[in-house]
């Protein structure tokens, strides 16, 4: 994998092929969120792998833009400790979304972020401790529309680098 190419390729892919994820393809992603940098190398993140199209829909309605979700063949959902006690725990979480992200399209599968706001009933769906929060999960499946997974960058929709950096100061 090229990974200049993914970066400009890369797109959000929310509706999904009724096709099963193989084990290992499943384990490839996960491993490459296990394997993402974290903040003094805490690895302060648990990931909960689901598959069960009951518990995928039923996590769908934790947010109000993770509909993707009921959809996916997968969704790993990314717990951290309580996200406000340190700034870097979201950033470590991010850092692993993105790896399992960019895996997965290595793979030609699909993925979408998506933020959860209802979290004590995420916490009754999927049963996880009390020192532990989600606020992020991921969908991953194979994309209902396959060319959307490479298909180039649109013309407009991004700021130009200039408006993005400034340099040396403000």
């Not at 491993?31 to 039923?58: E, H, M, P, V």
């Not at 509909?67 to 950033?91: D, N, S, Y």
């Not at 850092?95 to 793979?107: G, H, I, R, V």
């Not at 649109?154 to 400034?166: C, I, Y």
């Amino acid at each position: 994998m090229n990974v200049s190419d993914a970066i400009r390729l890369k797109r959000a892919v929310r509706k999904f092929q009724e096709r099963p994820l193989p084990d290992d393809v499943v384990h490839a992603i996960l491993n490459a969120g296990r394997r993402s940098q974290s903040s003094k190398n805490n690895q302060a993140w648990r990931f909960i792998a689901i598959r069960d199209k009951a518990t995928l829909k039923a996590l769908s309605d934790c947010g109000e833009w993770a509909g993707h979700i009921a959809g996916a063949a997968l969704c790993v959902a990314i717990l951290t400790p309580e996200p406000t006690e340190k700034f870097q725990t979201m950033f470590d979480a991010g850092q692993a979304a993105a790896f399992m992200q960019l895996a997965a399209w290595e793979l030609a599968v699909g993925s979408c972020p998506a933020s959860l706001y209802e979290f004590e009933k995420a916490r009754g769906i999927l049963g996880f401790p009390a020192e532990w929060h989600l606020r992020i999960a991921l969908s991953f499946g194979y994309a209902l529309d396959e060319e959307k997974l490479f298909a180039p960058p649109k013309k407009s929709g991004r700021m130009l680098l200039e408006e993005v950096v400034h340099w040396d100061k403000w």
